[in-house]
């Protein structure tokens, strides 16, 4: 029987092959669709699974007040901070502190010279704390001792050509290093990532790091909790414990977040990476939802609207005898088998196009998929949800037929189902006016940010990684003013300049002061949080920066006790306005010489971070030291200027490796997560369109085979082609119309609270709404055309002779 029921359906199918086409193929779109979304929210909501301990890890954070108001919040901590925890709490069984060594490294094994990020000094609890699988060694003696470094199985094959390398030597900012241990490579879903680790002893010993001093928060500080630690609780408790640690913190707060919560919903300065965006991803689960929802919406809509040819065959077949219960059977075989058709070519369209997905989103999003028993149950419920979701409303009514009626022909002009077909075609506009004006707000504002006057010019601008030699100052300075000169020489490059970070630059390349008062002014309350590097005489002209009031610092100066601050640090210091603070000098910290700095200039704000965020108050000290050299350009054959930079840096730093990028496109980085959010929404915008336009060809079928009789009647009366176009539009643009009213002002609360997170945005204006709806309008216009035209242009007496 059951046999007989599939191959009953299997000749339906072949029967009607663009019906089944369009079916197949719209369900299949829309189950691919769903399967990239939830491949890419689960790879999102995976991190830190691959610990077992991180559903009982915390990490410590630092809220940062100015007196009673809240400043930001730091995820870097202070040293002391998980000893005395463990020490203070019952609730904490261990820490690891995570020191992180800022940007690129210079690497040294054997002759063979590489530049690495991702290294951290690390305590040797480590291990067990992030669970690390040491392939090479023992972790009981790994990181227990100064200059010991740890490394992932890809650095020692890169380095050395094999896995076992335990005792070998690595070169690290000119200090030897022996390899450990060797643990497998960390993976992608994990929000801190490295591939070195260094002791965390060798900070006291290389650079005299105090690791009982409270005077700066440069810590990754994870604790491992007691099973089933209450987060408020313990939040309760480090405040009352940051009171009572006033004398040492100021009005500082330690605070603590799950370490599986960081990825998606820790959004702090100093964060390892740039994490992702809860909204966003339940954004996108709510695309995946609208897209299969619509996809199975069109087959209902499809099969009702073959319910006037499937009408005699239900009259026969229960007037042969047939149990309603058979033929929902049957309907639901059919179904059963276009799902299972649809799954397989969903399946094999996301196989294909994995990769270019992976590119879209840019993220590592697993691609081996033959062992992933979630992905499979999920593809396996699918299909069974989909076979009985889109299944079942046609089953039972086309199933509940009257014989009598139907073998008679007069289901033809009945109406039976219409409101519920209307509603669901309602529900597929909806959510497409939602996402289209989703896409239109995110591509704007991308845009508008893009737009925005940074406050300096960092076009045509070629930074080179400045130089890290084991020099004395003398020499260094040497071949610091030999490298501008001879980069002078060429034509093509107009201004050098050295800096100890640039704007864009992950903010560990920042040093950071809350300790920044004006002379006079030391009791007032607390203090914000200050960014400061060092810049030489020729940084403000090469970055195109603009002094609103003093001077910039001058090369025959030693500078020391001076200082150039934006706008935004002359504000926070409570100058009325940038004139008042020429002249005035603030708290000496002890890396500043001699007499508390004096303001020399003020440099008009500008966005060290991209405008998404506010402007951060900056303090600039004068050093003939760089971590980047920056040169203005002015050449259309970069690669050539680049080969010529190349010999030079060869000449002057021959025992460096020179290593470059464009300062536009590293600044661009910052926006890349919002630009790759915008193309998925984007695509699956289109795609949630063209599946709806599927699902209004079959209720526009529906419509016209209901009313072919009337069709043929007005024709016969006169009417034209177009009257009868827009007679039957009238109906369509109704239900688009309802869509809108109800899309709209979900649209605009989703936008808003989307453009909150960014500092710089645009305002939502009327016709980012206006086109979504025009957009719709015009391809349901087309859709019902074709259809009504082709009807309408029909011979009418055949048309009037149907019964």
Known sequence: MIRNYFRIAYRSLLKNKAFSFINIFGLAAGLAAFLFIIHYVRFERSYERYNRNASNMFRITLDLYNGSEYVVTDCETYAPTGPILKEKMPEVVDYARMYHN????????????????????????????????????????????????????????????????????????????????????????????????????????????????????????????????????????????????????????????????????????????????????????LIAIFIIVIAWVNYINLSTTRAVERAREVGIRKVMGSLKSQLIFQFLSESFLVNGMAATLAYVFFITALPIFRELTGQPLPIELAHDATFWYIFAALWIAGTFLSGIYPAFVLSSFNPSTVLKGKFRSSSHGQWLRQGLVVFQFSATVILLASMCTIYLQITHLRKVDLGMNIEQTLVVRGPNSEMSDSVYQASYRALKTELLRHPSVQQVAGAGSLPGVSLHELSTTNDVKRIGHEQEGGSYNYYQYNIDADFLAAMGMKLVAGRNFTNDDPNFDKVILNEEAVRRLGFSNAEEAIGSRITRRT????????????????????????????????????????????????????????????????????????????????????????????????????????????????????????????????????????????????????????????????????????????????????????????????????????SALSNPSKALKQE
């Open 591 to 790: 890396r500043w010489k001699g007499e508390p700095p004096e303001i020399i200039g003020v440099i008009k704000n500008y966005y060290q971070r991209s405008p998404k965020e506010e402007h951060i108050p900056m303090i600039f000290t004068y050093g003939n030291y760089a971590a980047y050299f920056a040169l203005r350009l002015k050449t259309s054959e970069p690669a050539k200027t680049i080969a010529e930079v190349k010999q030079v840096w060869d000449a002057v730093y021959p025992d460096n490796l020179f290593h470059y990028f464009f300062l536009d496109d590293q600044y661009d980085q910052q926006y890349r997560a919002d630009v790759q959010f915008g193309a998925v929404i984007g695509t699956f915008s289109a795609l949630a369109v063209f599946i709806a336009c599927l699902g209004l060809f079959g209720l526009s079928s529906f419509t016209i085979v209901q009313r072919t009789k009337e069709i043929g009647i007005r024709k016969v009366l006169g009417a034209s082609v177009m009257q009868i176009v827009t007679l039957l539009s009238q109906d369509f643009a109704k239900v688009i119309f309802i869509a809108a009213l109800l899309a709209l002002p979900v649209a605009y609360f989703a936008m808003e609270t989307w453009l909150s997170n960014y500092a710089v945005r645009i305002d939502l204006s009327a016709w980012i709404f206006i086109l979504p709806v025009a957009m719709i309008f015009l391809f349901a216009l087309g859709t019902v055309s074709v259809q009504t035209i082709r």
């Open 102 to 285: 800022d940007g690129l490294q210079d690497i040294k094994v054997g002759d063979q010279k590489f530049l690495e990020e991702g290294i951290y000094f690390a305590d040797p609890s480590a291990f067990s704390l992030f669970a690390l699988n040491v392939v090479h060694g023992e972790p009981g003696k790994a990181l227990s001792a100064p200059y010991q470094t740890v490394i992932t199985r890809s650095i020692a094959r890169k380095y050395f050509g094999r896995e076992n390398v335990l005792d070998e030597e690595i070169v690290i900012d000119r200090s030897k290093y022996h390899v450990s241990a060797v643990i497998e490579d960390l993976p992608a879903n994990t929000h801190l990532k490295f591939g070195i680790l260094l002791s965390h002893a060798t900070l006291k010993q290389k650079y005299g790091y105090e690791e009982d001093s409270w005077a700066g928060n440069n810590e990754f500080t994870y604790l491992l909790m007691k099973p089933g630690t209450d987060l408020a609780a313990f939040n309760k408790k480090l405040t009352e414990f940051s009171f009572s640690m006033k004398e040492k913190i100021n009005y500082d707060r330690l605070a603590a977040e799950h370490m599986a919560d960081i990825h998606l919903y820790s959004h702090k300065t100093f964060e390892p990476e740039q994490n992702g965006n809860a909204r966003t991803v339940s954004f996108l689960l």
